[in-house]
């Protein structure tokens, strides 16, 4: 069973930074690719970034680019979003979640792609 689970979350104004974490267990996790979603209300969930399982390379969606930063620590089993220069439209609830390939190739921007997923975290941006 995979467990994943989100912390850092906050309330910020904007302009500031929060780093999320997420710490998953039940598999090897250096072999999956890692995703972040988000989800705002009324809102369906989008994509906010990925990092292939090899932790090499990594993708954004427009609205994030060059704003967040995904990276990932295979020893400790956690992957972590860097969020710079937040914006109130940032408001939302971030989830991660495992990819079900392992050592896939390319990196999912599609939600089905995902297997497992935390709980969420929210995350709110004050203007």
């Known amino acids: 069973q995979v467990q994943l689970v989100e912390s850092g979350g906050g309330l910020v104004q904007a302009g500031a930074s929060l780093r999320l974490s997420c710490a998953a267990s039940g598999r090897t996790f250096s072999s999956y690719p890692m995703g972040w979603f988000r989800q705002a209300p009324g809102k369906e969930r989008e994509f906010v970034g990925a990092i292939k399982w090899s932790g090499g390379v990594t993708t954004y969606a427009d609205s994030v680019k060059g704003r967040f930063t995904i990276s990932k620590d295979n020893a400790k089993n956690t992957v972590y979003l860097q969020m710079n220069t937040l914006k109130p439209e940032d408001t939302a609830v971030y989830y991660c979640?495992?990819?079900?390939?392992?050592?896939?190739?390319?990196?999912?921007?599609?939600?089905?792609?995902?297997?497992?997923w935390g709980q969420g975290t929210q995350v709110t941006v004050s203007s």
């Open positions: 979640a495992a990819d079900a390939v392992q050592f896939r190739s390319d990196i999912s921007r599609i939600a089905g792609s995902y297997a497992y």
